[in-house]
């Protein structure tokens, strides 16, 4: 049988010959190692797994040592635990104002950041578990200070003589003397000071012309009747 690489399944006798079969294959064999390799086993120390990222697969008996298997995916075990099942994963959501800062693993949970825009309001052991968006400052004010993910905007009311309409920036009023104009409104927090053209003193010279002109013809009209 070994010349056709196999083995011998019966022995021949004086009128039949040897009944060969293939040799056994050892996947099966091989299969064991196999799962406990996917399964991680992992010994434990007083009844719990001695590291991270495994839970109890199985209990101890007379004759197997209690037994581990990793977490999946979406799920963590972060310490030396006896439990069953893994920490499911939490999730960043926009509606808690947040984003993924890390993805979890099996051994650590997902972590969380404010989202661009917001600034953490809530935390939970060191970490954000809310955020808010930042404050909008209002027209009249200006952003003194800008949020952060872990402050808020900070506005202030404009000074006097300056004007936001946005409320982003203050604005000086306008000097209508540079541009030869006069004030025709005053400004507020929000809006400029109006201008408008200087009044041109042409009719008033004229008027003032006419009066000299009529004033000189009446007084020699009248020296003229007396004589």
């Known amino acids: 049988c070994s010349d056709n690489n196999e083995v011998e399944a ?3 006798t004086d009128i039949t010959d040897v009944k060969c079969k293939p040799k056994r294959k050892r996947y099966g064999l091989i299969g064991v190692p196999a799962i406990g390799i996917l399964l991680s086993v992992f010994y434990l120390v007083h009844g ?3 590291e991270s990222g495994v839970v109890v ?3 101890c008996s007379d004759l197997y040592s209690t037994s581990c298997k990793p977490c999946s995916k979406g799920t963590y075990m972060n310490e030396p635990n006896g439990h069953r099942s893994c920490f499911q994963c939490k999730t960043c959501g926009r509606a808690q104002g947040l984003s993924i800062l890390q ?3 099996t051994i650590q949970d997902t972590i ?3 989202l661009d825009g917001y600034y953490c309001l809530d935390y939970k052991n060191r970490e954000c578990i ?3 968006e930042h404050s909008k400052c209002t027209p009249g004010q200006y952003i003194k200070t800008s949020g952060t993910k872990a402050s808020d905007t900070v506005c202030e009311a404009c000074p006097p003589g300056f004007y936001s309409p946005k409320g982003v920036n203050c604005i000086k009023w306008t000097d209508c003397s540079d541009n030869n104009e006069v004030e025709a409104q005053e400004g507020t927090d929000i809006t400029d000071v109006k201008c ?8 008033l010279i004229g008027v003032l012309v ?3 002109l009529l004033s000189v013809f009446y007084l020699v009209h009248g020296q003229a009747n007396k004589s």
């Open 10 to 12: 019966q022995e021949g």
């Open 48 to 50: 719990q797994a001695n």
């Open 57 to 59: 697969y199985k209990d």
């Open 103 to 105: 993805d979890c693993t």
């Open 112 to 114: 969380c950041e404010a």
């Open 130 to 132: 809310r955020a808010v």
């Open 196 to 203: 408008k053209p200087k009044r041109k003193r042409y009719g």
């Open 210 to 212: 006419i009066g000299i």
